[in-house]
């Protein structure tokens, strides 16, 4: 929401400066993101005066150009060559001096600097009205009028002020903040609780109903649950043209562009009021009367963007006698839009369900500043009060006259008002502090609240219909506390935020050791989006997509279904990265995915998932780097299962990944349950995502991994007093066999002794026999109690190698 500061300080009578304003409102609640400079004319005419014309010359080289002497109010004047015919002395120009930057009507901006001009020093440039974006007459330059100073600045001449724009973030709770006579109200409230007074704005064009002779155009509405209150006025002799000055500066002000009129009043007044407004051109209305229905079956409408909409039977629609004329409170349709040609318009302002307004925006991908009002509730009760403002601008503008009195019906769609007993006391426990009822009653009376206040403590109090989600005590007293302020409550001694580490599970112990021991490696922690694109879900889980939970009412078809798994948010922050040149990356999530199995019935897994992709880390002279492969990735769900104290497993080779790819799996032993797959991405499902570099994926069934971690607590040991001995075996191998063999071997005839191993070296080729590979093994061991002897680790060495070769097939490479 854009906020003009020189637009609230007109309604509220004030000289409050852009820092003021937002230190108000985002006290209060509505938090002000940005507060930026707006100039009518960009650039604000900086460094450009007034000057007057002391001689005009002819140039010595060129025949229709003339050398001026410009006083602009320095100690000398400055010499301009000027081409305009129309220049002479002694008269008042406007100067652009060098520095200045010009935003012509027409072109790119120009910059105007010292230059020769046919052997001339020029020190400026005397101006067109074209040239400073004032108009579009390029005839001659501008000769003014005025009795100001050379030099004096031509913004104060022209009169253009700088106005500020607030950018508001407007939260789904608080559709009342979507105006500007919104933020009036928490401005002039919060400035109440700081000892300042200031009167909220009045509308005296609202105070009398319309009238006018002949009948207009009538109305009917059949969809009454949706449309709660409709009125509206038909005017006539309409000369249609162009908004005035002020009001086009206001909406060029907020970012929107002026059309004409009628269209430009529905626009300010929507954010003056919060409260949208439509236009028909009333000749083109078939049958003389408005219909507030459903869409029917197969019905068709062209909306103002061009597009030929095919519409739901649940859209609520604005219709003639014959056809639908635009989605209400969503989008106006092309063929009953206002155009230069109307004489005759009808002015409609309703109440609309939001949940129906919501519903088909959403269905027809529309977000307009009416949708985003009408679905966030908007108040009945100023209804009729905007028909009023609006219908009377124009006509001051436009001339013309109502056509029949104003239309004003309501339903058993609207809202009924709303009453919320509210005690003080209750006030006072929750805030931990007592304030004055005086000032508690005044700052609700200020916000639109009605009731019998001030007398006692227990009131029951009238919600003002432009807070649809105040409903129960708690959000008065909320109310009243964002507006006294929460910096105003002492906060009595000191808050303890300590965790109570025995309330935490050994299994939310395990993410967190989890989470630190990856990123104290490198990795860094993603968090996505649970809906994704259904293509891309497919594509990633192409077995799961007939089990794929789509959304009835998704926010877009980016966010139409529920993931599969994790893997295609994974996809969409590495494809990010690497458009931005970050190409190595380790990443892992913790997230949950979703499936149907059977109707209405789902299937929620939590899941870690790991990334890696690129080099395992920057470019060095002095030691080199490796790309991410199946080992790495390996290596890093291995080492995680062994942080968890996981050891019963096998793992096996497949080309059955969860995803297009292949690469490996890790199952139980016991029952065979599958409790991880990695491997690379298939190319073809990167390249959809835009990535070209391997990308190599993880993903651990987490809830499978906490239920199989050991839940005793880690043992600690001292460190070792004694020396431990290493003996290094080179063995013969056969080429398929996997490491994994050899390792269950080693693990089971090791010893008590043997305290670790290591496959360091892997060789294959020349002085080897054929079908086998050399693997070196290095083997350490270590007591206890006392110093090993040589003689004991060279017999556990040949109890080893004895074992290895019974097994396995496996011998001592000569």
Known sequence: M????????????????????????????????????????????????????????????????????????????????????????????????????????????????????????????????????????????????????????????????????????????????????????????????????????????????????????????????????????????????????????????????????????????????????????????????????????????RTLDDLDRALSEEDLVIADAQKAMCLAGVFGGKHSGVSEQTTRVFIESAWFNPASIRKTAKRHGLHTDASFRFER??????????LRIAARMIMEILQGEPEGDELDQSTKGMPAPKFVPFEMPYLHRLAGVEIPNTEASEILRLLGFEGEMERHSSWRLKVPGFRPDVHRPADVAEEILRIYGFDRIPLEGHLDIRINRSMVSERDRLKEKTTAWLSARGFSEAVHLSMLPQDLAEAAYPDQAKFLVTLKNPLSRELAVMRPG??????????????????????????????????????EEEHLALVASGESGPEHWLKGSFSADIYEMKGWVQSLLDLAGI????????????????????????????????????????????????????????????????????????????????????????????????????????????????????????????????????LVFRDAQRTLRDEETEKATDRLLTALQEALGVSLRA
């Not at 509730?377 to 905007?386: M, Y």
């Not at 651990?700 to 007093?721: D, E, G, V, Y």
């Open 377 to 386: 509730g908007c108040d009945p009760a100023i209804t009729p009060l905007a």
């Open 566 to 603: 994790l893997l295609p948010g994974m996809l969409q922050s590495v494809a990010r990265n690497v458009h931005h040149r970050n190409l190595n990356l380790r990443l892992f999530e913790f997230g949950r995915s979703y499936l149907s199995r059977q109707t209405d019935h789902f299937q």
């Open 647 to 778: 050891q019963d497993i096998t793992w096996e080779t497949t080309d059955v990944l969860p995803w297009p790819g292949h690469g490996l799996a890790v199952r139980t032993r016991k029952d065979g349950k599958l409790l991880a797959s990695m491997g690379w991405v298939s190319p073809d499902l990167t390249k959809m995502c835009g990535i070209k570099q391997m990308v190599y994926y993880a993903e651990i069934r987490w809830q499978l991994l906490k239920s199989l971690a050991p839940h005793a607590k880690a043992k600690l040991k001292p460190l070792p007093k004694f020396p431990a001995m290493r003996r290094d075996l080179a063995l013969l191998v056969p080429q398929d066999m996997p490491f994994e063999k050899m390792e269950a071997v080693i693990k089971k005839h090791g010893g008590k002794q043997l305290e670790s191993w290591q496959l360091f070296d892997v060789y294959q080729g020349k002085g080897l026999p054929e079908g086998f590979v050399s693997m070196a093994i290095g």
């Open 2 to 301: 854009k906020i003009s500061v020189s637009w609230i300080n007109e309604l509220l009578r004030s000289h409050l400066s852009p820092e003021e304003i937002a230190d108000y409102l985002t006290s209060s609640g509505l938090e002000v993101e940005e507060i930026e400079p707006f100039d009518l004319i960009p650039g604000g005419l900086q460094q450009v005066v007034l000057g007057r014309v002391l001689e005009a010359i002819p140039h010595p080289n060129a025949d229709k150009l003339k050398l001026c002497a410009v006083d602009v109010g320095e100690e000398a004047p400055r010499q301009i060559v000027c081409g305009a015919p129309n220049v002479a002395k002694g008269q008042t120009v406007v100067v652009a001096l060098p520095g200045a930057t010009l935003y012509p009507s027409q072109g790119d901006p120009l910059a105007i600097k010292k230059s020769k001009i046919r052997g001339e020093v020029s020190l400026g440039m005397i101006c067109a009205e074209d040239e400073l974006g004032l108009g579009s007459s390029h005839d001659g330059i501008m000769v003014l009028d005025t009795d100001l100073a050379p030099g004096s600045p031509a913004a104060q001449y022209f009169s253009l002020e700088t106005d500020y724009i607030l950018t508001v973030n407007i939260t789904p709770n608080r559709p009342d903040g979507a105006s500007h006579l919104g933020a009036c109200r928490d401005i002039v409230a919060k400035a109440f609780t700081q000892g300042k007074s200031y009167e909220m704005p009045d509308f005296p064009r609202a105070f009398h109903p319309l009238t006018g002779t002949g009948t207009g155009i009538g109305f009917e509405i059949v969809a009454e649950q949706d449309c709660g209150r409709y009125t509206g006025i038909t005017l006539t002799g309409l000369r249609m043209g162009p908004s005035p000055k002020w009001l086009a500066q206001r909406l060029k002000a907020i970012g929107l562009k002026p059309q004409n009129a009628v269209v430009d009043v529905t626009n300010y007044l929507m954010f003056l009021l919060g409260h949208p407004l439509h236009a028909f051109d009333a000749d083109k209305i078939e049958g003389g009367k408005i219909v507030v229905r459903k869409a029917k079956k197969g019905e068709h409408l």
